[in-house]
């Protein structure tokens, strides 16, 4: 079993900057794909960014491109999402996941391990 930890969640202005962080623990295996997701209230979960086990292969969604960085430790079973110039749509609550297929994936099926997310508020 995996256990998924995010961490770095809180509250920013318009245009600001955050940084999470997702601490694998358990079982882990420095081959799953990683992926970050986002759920805002009333709406349905959504794919955020992805990114492969090697790290070769990212993939994001076209709301965040150009202004969110996924990436991994593998050292420190570490997977990170650099956000910044934040827009208050971006507030959620935000979940890593992770993909014993060790591949990037936008799909939330993909994905057999999920943390408990954490919450980003965004204020204009």
């Known amino acids: 079993q995996v256990q998924l930890r995010e961490s770095g969640g809180g509250s920013v202005q318009d245009g600001g900057s955050l940084r999470l962080s997702c601490l694998a623990s358990g079982r882990t295996r420095n081959t799953y794909g990683m992926g970050w997701f986002r759920q805002a209230p009333g709406k349905e979960r959504e794919f955020v960014a992805s990114i492969s086990w090697s790290a070769l292969g990212t993939d994001y969604a076209d709301s965040v491109k150009g202004r969110f960085t996924i990436s991994r430790d593998n050292a420190k079973n570490t997977a990170y999402l650099q956000m910044s110039s934040m827009k208050p749509e971006d507030t959620a609550v935000y979940y890593c996941?992770?993909?014993?297929?060790?591949?990037?994936?936008?799909?939330?099926?993909?994905?057999?391990?999920w943390g408990q997310g954490t919450q980003v508020t965004v204020s204009s």
């Open positions: 996941a992770a993909s014993t297929s060790g591949g990037s994936s936008p799909h939330s099926y993909e994905y057999q391990y």
